[in-house]
């Protein structure tokens, strides 16, 4: 190529730009420990968060943090048209939620730290910079190519059964002189700008993911954009520059960026910066049918973040079963530390599966009943309020109006070895416990079918007559077995097993009677004391009430 690029560059850019040596010290090697991980989120705004994002958050965070590294948040805001006011707000605010705390980058209220600007679109004379030097050494050109010369291209390439891209004889602004240019750049001509790649695809090169290993994979030969017409840059280009200049030293991002990894490698070693690392993380997958498959955006809900909060899955299920898909240890780590902090365990991103984690809905449901069966019943009661605040006012003006019958129905089975595990989700408390609210009870279940109605009626008037609160669960049950022998059911379950056909039925069954005046329905925890959080009157209340439906 013979052409004055330095005039070239003028031309393309006659503002005033910093020097790259300017913009080097402005943003200085960081100061941090050997090991330290400076890696990043680099989200578009698009305003649909994906627990793919907190996937790789998640990653990203335990890596910067558990090295002493730093994370930040950059917001790659280059594609005006998907963006969608309020997103970066959104994407804050739900990666907060879920413990991926940035130490400096894109806050709500601007900017935090010494390496922005953080959002792409402010940092244009920075790209312009090294746009203009990438001209200066020849390794980028203008392309004047309408959006109709580009597809016409693309239709010649298919007829012509060549591979598509800007490349080789395709590449027609290429090695055009400086007068051609000229001539549209005064005309005002619209441009992009182009890398010029001295890449094969007869060539190989190798590199190491830190995540799917060592690969070969094909050079570049196609002559990508740099800058959009705009003067924006391509996603490719702020990459390099931006994770130069903020000096990140590990790439944690989806796998569908491999395809252009190797551009990528060429435009840093063009630009002379050093390769950070890379960690190329799977898509979350499911299970359809027999087969896998991506977890969709479009076709499952539970693929966007804001499903977990209105289901109401507790912040630390959610993140303790993420942990659990990504790193092959955490299971038997936690049955060794059950009680241990989540972020207490060692992330490995050597335990991560390279194909992506399998996401299954039900293992989700199971942590959460154990996440949620080790909390006190003051957290339960917390998170289930903050939960119906934002989902169920009237449950929620029901708790908040009396916290001590939620509090008690709560504190049933918890705290022992083996505490109960019922509920997965917040919008499950209402159904497991609601019933105690007088305003919320009702009869939900059929009442127990093999049940004889007129000795139910008996065995439910019989205890309303003896029963008393202060009775601990042995008198409790002796005074239900008392009633259930003077009405011939059998009290010796050894007894009535062997021979069931001489009794009209067991304690069992005049149990479940109670319970089902009490509760409405035919399950419940510890049905002794749901009556005594009920107290005298109003368990009397049910019984009688119950009693006179049959
Ligand atoms: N904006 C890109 C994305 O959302 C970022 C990829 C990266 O982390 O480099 O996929």
Known sequence: MNMDTTKLAQLLFPQPLKTPEEWEAIYPPRNLPEGAVVTRMAPSPTGFVHLGNVVQGLTSERMAHQTGGVLFLRIEDTDAKREVPGAVEVLINSLAHYNIKFDEGATIDGDAGHYGPYRQRQRAPIYHTYAKWLVEQGKAYPCFCTEEELTAMRARQEAEKANFGYYGKWAVWRDRDLDAIEAELKKGTPWVLRFRSEGSI????????????????????????????DGIPTYHFAHAVDDHLMRTTHVVRGDEWLSTLPFHIQLFQALGFRLPKYLHIGPLQKMDGDSKRKLSKRKDPEAALTYYRAVGYPVASVYEYLLNILNSGFEDWRRANPDAPADSFVFSAKKMNPAGSLFDEAKLRDTSKNVISRMTAEQVYDETLAWAKENSADFAALLAGDPDTALRALAIGRGGKKPRKDIAVWS????????????LFGYTDEFPPAMNKTDAKQAMLAFAAVYDPADDNTLWFDKLKEIAQSMGYATDMKAFRAAPEQYPGSVADISACIRYAITGRLNSPDLCELMRILGHGRSVKRLTDCAETL
């Not at 007869?202 to 050079?219: C, Q, R, S, V, Y």
């Open 428 to 439: 499950e408390v209402q159904d497991y416990m609601g019933y105690l609210y007088d305003e």
């Open 202 to 229: 007869a060539n190989k090169i190798k590199f190491t993911d830190l995540l799917k290993g060592p690969m070969e994979i094909t050079e570049n030969d196609i002559d990508h954009v740099l800058l959009k017409s």
